[in-house]
Structure formats: C-alpha cells, structure tokens
C-alpha cells in the first residue's frame, strides 16, 4: 500500500469521525426538549374520575398572564382554615395526579398540586423561562385565597421540579422548602452524561438549582436517594452547600431515584420539617 493510499484513508477516517461526532453534538441539540419535557397526557374523562375518586381534592385551573391555563388539584388536608399549604412541582415524566393518594397523608398541610405547562391538562410549551414564570403565578395565585394561611405556605419540587421550587423559593417569602432528588444545575449534570459535548455552549435550559440557593434564607429539607442513577450525589450536595438558610439532608439507603417515596422516612421526614415551620 503505497504513502498515498495511506493519507487517503487517514483522512476518510478522520472525515467519519468528525461527521458522526457533528451528528452526535446535533442530535444532542435538537433533541433536549424531547429529552427533558416527556409531556404526559391525561384526559378529560380520566379527570372526572380523579375528581370522584378524591373526595378532599379541588379541581383547579389557573390562568397565567399570558392567557395559558394550568391545572391541578388542591388537596384539602386540613380542618383548619386558613390552611397551612405546601405547593409541588413534579419532575420531567410526572402528571400530578398520579401524586395525589400519596400526598394525603400529610397531616393537617393542605397540598396545591398543578401540572407544568404541556402536561396532563395544561395548556401551553414547557421552557425554563415558562416553569419559573408560572412558579410564581401559582403562588400568587393561591396566596389569595382566604382559605389558606399565606404566610405559611411552602414549596416542594422533586427532580426538574425542583428548578421552580428553587425559583419561587428564591422570589416569594415562603416558610420552607422541600428538595427530593435535586440537582446544582442540569448543564453540569449534562455535562457529565456528555462529556465530550460543549453543552454549555448548546443547552437551552440550564435550571441553575445552587445559583439560586445562594440567596435562599428558608430552611431546606433535601431527600436523597443512596442508589440514584439519575442525579449523582455530588450534585445535589452541591445546592446543599450554598443554601445560605438552614438545611438537612435526609439519606434514602438502598433507594433510587423512582422508588424512594417508597422509604417509611420519606413521608415522616416531610411531616416532621413541615410541623416545625
């Protein structure tokens, strides 16, 4: 095989490589909304059923300033009135309602509970911009109802969902906030699923979690799960240290980041932080 021959299959080969991994970078950057907002549906008639099937739930809908409509359910937990709230955001594959037997045995805490845009029956796209934007037209929301005690409503997100949590924790006076499975920000979790992607050149919503928490005076509950596969450790106890207010960790042994709502001390902890708000 001649000089020649040789350069010329160094160079195709070295052309295949740069076109699979330009395939590879471009995938990656199309397909993130796909990848981040799995969108779950629900259906009308699934809803009614929910609605008799949950006696203590209110249906609800919320109108965003952009004329988008949200809808969720308020669990009405308490005999008091006004109620003590907690509001949830669910992660990246979650309908809310699936939630709702879960959430009924928080003691004496009512629990506002409302799809991301584009899921179940809210209207709308999902964005970063578009979670934090109606994170905070929740809260406003539910803050004027007479039957909630506004000045003791606090926030739970649960993986993406803890990216709003952070933002309404961060932009409203709220008396706690409930972390599960947290991440410090999704590029650097990204980055190190894609290490050889510039994903902070490409990502399109970064969720900055610890950026946030640096200015949060709220005591923070976090729920971390021993065999998490999804957000590894070093990443949740990265938001963990730059909370500036008071924070707890509560370690999940041999639970993973599907199943740890399964540990007996995953709903006893949640009581016993929201008791002593």
């Known amino acids: 095989m001649s000089v020649n021959q040789i350069l010329k299959y160094i160079i195709y080969l ?14 990656f950057y199309v397909n993130q909304e796909n990848d981040l907002f799995q969108e779950p549906d629900l259906s009308r008639e699934k809803a009614q059923e929910i609605n008799a099937e949950n006696k203590k739930a209110e249906e609800l809908f919320i109108e965003t300033e952009d004329g988008t409509s949200l809808h969720g359910w308020l669990l009405n937990n308490s005999n008091h009135s006004p109620s003590r709230l907690l509001i949830y955001f669910g ?37 970063e911009a578009a979670l934090f934007h109606d ?18 409503i ?26 599960v499975s947290p991440y410090d920000s999704r590029t650097r979790v990204m980055k190190d699923r894609y290490p050889l992607i510039p994903v902070e050149r490409l990502i399109r919503h970064p969720f900055k979690v610890s950026d946030k928490a640096e200015s949060i005076e709220s005591p923070l509950l976090a729920l971390l799960a021993s065999e998490d596969e999804i957000i590894p450790t070093e990443h949740s106890a ?3 240290a730059a909370w500036k207010g008071e924070s707890q960790k509560v370690w ?26």
């Open 14 to 27: 070295f052309l295949t490589i740069f076109i699979l991994y330009g395939l590879y970078v471009f995938l």
């Open 91 to 127: 992660g990246n594959s979650e309908e809310v309602s699936r939630t709702l037997p879960e959430f009924e045995q928080l003691n004496d805490w009512s629990v506002l509970l409302v799809n991301h845009r584009g899921y179940g029956l809210s209207e709308g796209t999902p964005s």
């Open 135 to 152: 994170a905070k037209a929740i809260y406003d929301f539910i803050s004027e109802r007479e039957e909630i005690d506004s000045e003791h």
């Open 154 to 179: 606090a926030v739970m997100g649960r993986s993406m969902g803890t990216a709003p949590a952070t933002h309404l924790s961060k932009e409203r006076n709220v008396a706690g906030t409930v972390l």
């Open 238 to 240: 990265a938001t963990l």
């Open 252 to 277: 999940l042994e041999g639970y993973n980041h599907n199943n740890l709502q399964s540990s007996p001390d995953f709903w006893k902890s949640i009581q016993t932080f929201l008791d002593e708000l």
